[in-house]
C-alpha cells in the first residue's frame, strides 16, 4: 500500500492549489481517502476525505473553500484549496482506510503518505 502526496508549493495569498495523492494498492472501491494538515506547532487536523461512495466531506471551518474528488480510474485523489490564506500553511497529508467512514479523525486511518509542503505567503 503506498499513498504519495505532492503538488504543494508557494502561493500567494488569495491564490489557488491542487494537491494530488498517488494510491497504489488500495482500492478505492471499498477505501475512504483522508486529507490532513499540520501546521508548525499545532496539532494534525483534519481537512477532508473522500467515501467509497464518491461521497465527500470537508471541516465545517473549510467548507468553501477546500475539496476533494478523484479520477475515474480512483488511483488518485486531489484536494483543491482556494481563496488559500496564510493560515494555510501546513504539511498536508493523505491517507487511507478501509473502515468505510473514516474521514475527519486521524486515528481512522491506518495507511499514511508522505506530506507535501504548502506555503501562502507574499
Known amino acids: 500500500v503506498q499513498l504519495q502526496a505532492s503538488g504543494g508549493g508557494l502561493v500567494q495569498p488569495g491564490g489557488s492549489l491542487r494537491l494530488s495523492c498517488a494510491v497504489s494498492g488500495f482500492d478505492l472501491d471499498y477505501a475512504a481517502i483522508g486529507w490532513f494538515r499540520q501546521a508548525p506547532g499545532n496539532e494534525r487536523e483534519g481537512v477532508g476525505c473522500i467515501h467509497a461512495d464518491g461521497s465527500t466531506w470537508s471541516a465545517e471551518s473549510l467548507k468553501g473553500r477546500f475539496a476533494i474528488s478523484r479520477d475515474n480510474p480512483k488511483t488518485t485523489v486531489y484536494l483543491q484549496g482556494d481563496s488559500l490564506k496564510p493560515d494555510d500553511t501546513a504539511v498536508y497529508y493523505c491517507?487511507?482506510?478501509?473502515?468505510?467512514?473514516?474521514?475527519?479523525?486521524?486515528?481512522?486511518?491506518?495507511?499514511w503518505g508522505q506530506g507535501t509542503l504548502v506555503t501562502v505567503s507574499s
Open positions: 491517507a487511507g482506510s478501509y473502515y468505510y467512514a473514516a474521514c475527519l479523525r486521524d486515528f481512522e486511518f491506518d495507511h
